[in-house]
């Protein structure tokens, strides 16, 4: 039995807000943040919606997280997102001294990983966790409906 408290859980609803993406044409990612196994904040990209290059999954799942908390540091939280975080998000979730990241399917292209020596907080914990070839595959479908 999957408990509510685990990485499946919070990923099977990052993935719904990816749906949520996917469903109004943007890029479909999303993302959560959790805090003492509660979701504070869920987003997904925006920025079509919002004309606003900026308003990825995780910049938005980070201020509603500090909107919720009363304050910008997110040291106790873990945002759950559907794709590896590009430079920009990273440097966000830097700032905000998030507690760990785990992301699904990798960003080959654009994932901040693949810039050598650009690493997150210290004491941020990142890892790859589960659903990684459901986020593939819808990023994939998105793309493929898009060039048609």
Known sequence: ?????SDEHFMREAMKEAQKAFD????????V???????IARAYNQTELLSDVT???EML????AANHLGGKYLIDCTLYITLEPCVMCAGALTWSQIGSVIYAAKDVKRGYS????LNMHPKTIVKQGPFSEESEKLLLEFFRKLRK
């Open 61 to 64: 799942a980070i201020t509603a």
């Open 24 to 31: 109004k044409g943007e890029i479909p990612v999303g993302a």
């Open 114 to 117: 693949s810039i050598s020596g």
């Open 1 to 5: 039995m999957l408990s509510i408290h």
């Open 55 to 57: 308003a990825h999954a």
């Open 33 to 39: 943040v959790v805090s003492n196994n509660q979701i």
